[in-house]
């Protein structure tokens, strides 16, 4: 009688390959389904549990770290967030205030400088000095104020700016639905409406912009030209109040031509 004998041979080892979706060391650690997912990876989840909600998440569940990592384009592919970059359009949105608010950010601070020489050579309060070296103090003060809160909205709106890329980085990380995941990922393209330029603030807040920007916006662009004005109302009334009178005379029209490119600017602000 044939024995057949039966040899049992231990199943070849399997190498498991860890996709370097994320920028991480070389530590790791096994999910529960079984792949090895970068370490960096978990202890970055924690850190988006705020934004779950944005992609139906429950309020005390954290995103899925396997969508970090693999899936997530339209066909399944890999996607490569560690090399995110904005799209163009928004790149150009970003720059161009980034210009606009550094350079504002630079007048008012000159301004300021300015100003506060000036209010050290302004006499010393008096009682019954005259109304109008009264009004020149009023408008000198503020104008220093307003020209130094246009300088600290431009400051924060700047920094705001700045942390654009890495917001718009995490919603495509972990919210599929987001804009820019969509975008990133091939799925979807910018709508058309948010490439006009009375949009912009809604395609900034899109891709991540996190600071009240209406309101900033409103506040930086009033501040700076009403400051401004306050300034040059103050050097007019300093010019009437200690120089000659002939010499006030001839700079009263310079003061007002000074004042033009601000009633330009508003004129126009209010056709478009």
């Not at 079984?34 to 309020?59: E, M, Q």
């Not at 020489?117 to 000198?140: H, T």
Request: overall charge negative; proline content about 7%.
């Amino acid at each position: 009688m044939s024995t057949e004998t039966k040899q049992t041979t231990s199943p070849p080892p399997v190498t498991i390959e860890i996709e370097e979706a994320l920028t991480a060391p070389a530590v790791s650690t096994a999910s529960s389904s079984g792949n090895l997912v970068p370490l960096a990876a978990r202890k970055l989840a924690p850190r988006f549990r705020k934004d779950t909600t944005r992609s139906g998440l429950g309020i005390n569940e954290e995103p899925s770290i396997g969508s970090f990592l693999q899936g997530g384009g339209p066909d399944g592919q890999e996607i490569d967030f560690a090399n995110y970059s904005l799209p163009p359009v928004v790149q150009n949105a970003k720059k161009g205030w980034e210009s606009s608010l550094n350079a504002v950010a630079i007048v008012t601070t000159l301004i300021v400088g300015a100003e506060c020489e000036l209010i050290g050579n302004l006499p010393a309060y008096d009682p019954n000095e005259p109304k109008s070296v009264l009004a020149a103090r009023l408008f000198c003060y503020v104008g220093v104020f307003l020209n130094l809160g246009g300088t600290l909205a431009s400051v924060m709106m700047i920094d705001a700016l700045s942390d654009l890329t890495t917001r718009a980085r995490e919603m495509c990380m972990t919210d599929s639905n987001s804009l820019p995941h969509r975008v990133y990922t091939g799925q979807a393209a910018i709508p058309s409406r948010l490439l006009f330029s009375i949009n912009e603030r809604e395609l900034l807040y899109s891709f991540g912009l996190e600071i009240p920007w209406g309101f900033m916006n409103f506040y930086w662009a009033w501040s700076f030209p009403v400051g401004s004005v306050c300034i040059i109302i103050h050097l007019l009334i300093y010019c009437w109040a200690f120089d000659s009178k002939v010499l006030s005379g001839v700079l009263t029209p310079v003061a007002a031509f000074a004042v033009l490119p601000l009633v330009a600017g508003f004129i126009q602000t209010r056709r478009g």
